[in-house]
């Protein structure tokens, strides 16, 4: 039984019960948050919270969000994670339990707090060498994406068109920009320059997208953000989706069609190689 935790208790998952007026049950009022822990050790945490906090003072949910890499920490050593190579701990902070109305709830309605902590499996090194499909959606989310909101209809929607499709990543497209994926952001490798839409309101501010970029430029790789038309995309010598449980996923075919040669490019390689061993540094 794993342990999770719920409103500042440690307690086993059969026992961490949420009330049925929850306002993140009955209206998705409510963000969250990933944080991967590599041996152990979170990654990248304080830019997952600062990203949170950006979705909590958007939202006018009232949280002191200090204690949360601790409780993170706390997660894993509790769930016996500190050996394993890659663990997440998943976050959720909701409006808290009221009478369901539209508006907020009367003023010090605590909010709701839930983590668990679970192992993420990397994909084989065989496997990720075969390369990734994915196919085009339209995204029909809202337009303030830069919140991790737990609001994820178009989301799911979009996913399960790529999993009824046999593929592994949704491209959400919309007015004819490539903007992300349904669980993750993307990028194309067009003349070698590495090149990414914008961090706007339009796409989730990956924590993993700001380290591949990072990445590419301590390796000399130039990097662009700005819309990729999904015409462009389609051209790119090499397609690649980056996230925390995603890490850096090649696209070899699109909608069907090869993207490049067909096959798994150096730039997604090298890419990839510098974030396994940023990992586990
Ligand atoms: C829509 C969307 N874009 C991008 C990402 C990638 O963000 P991160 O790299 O911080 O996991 C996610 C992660 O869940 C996401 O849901």
Redesign the pocket.
């Known amino acids: 039984m794993s342990t999770v935790y719920l409103n500042g208790e440690y307690l086993p998952k059969d026992r961490a019960m949420i009330s049925v007026d929850d306002r993140g049950f009955l209206l998705s009022d409510g963000i969250y948050e ?1 944080t991967p822990a590599y041996r152990g050790r979170l990654f990248r945490v304080e830019q997952h919270m600062r990203r949170l906090r950006h979705g909590l003072d958007a939202l006018r949910i009232e949280y002191d969000s200090a204690g949360l890499p601790e409780m993170h920490a706390e997660l894993i050593a509790a769930n016996s994670l500190d050996t394993e190579e890659v663990a997440i701990v998943y976050l959720q902070i909701t409006r808290g339990v009221a009478p369901r109305t539209h508006h907020f709830p009367p003023a010090g309605t605590l909010p709701t707090v839930y983590a668990f902590a679970q192992v993420h499996r990397r994909p084989e090194s065989a496997r990720w060498e075969q390369g990734y499909e994915a196919v085009t959606v339209p995204d029909e989310r809202w337009a303030r ?1 830069d919140i ?1 909101s737990i609001g994820l209809l178009p ?1 799911v929607l979009a996913q399960q068109a790529a999993v009824e499709a046999g593929v592994a990543d949704a491209l959400l497209v919309k007015d004819g920009v490539a903007l ?6 993307v990028f194309a490798v067009l003349d070698g320059v590495v090149t990414t839409h914008p961090a706007t309101q339009q ?2 501010h ?4 700001a380290y591949v970029i990072e990445l590419a430029r301590e390796h000399g790789i130039p990097v662009e953000e700005r819309p990729v038309p999904l015409e462009e995309m389609r051209a790119a010598d090499e397609i690649f989706f ?3 449980t995603t890490e850096v996923r090649p696209t070899v075919r699109l909608d069907d069609q090869p993207v490049g040669n067909g096959k798994v490019g150096p730039v997604a390689k090298a890419l990839y190689e510098a974030f396994q061993a940023g990992t586990r540094a």
């Open positions: 990933v994406v991790k989301n992300e994926g349904s669980h993750n952001n796409i989730l990956g924590v993993t997208r980056t996230g925390t």
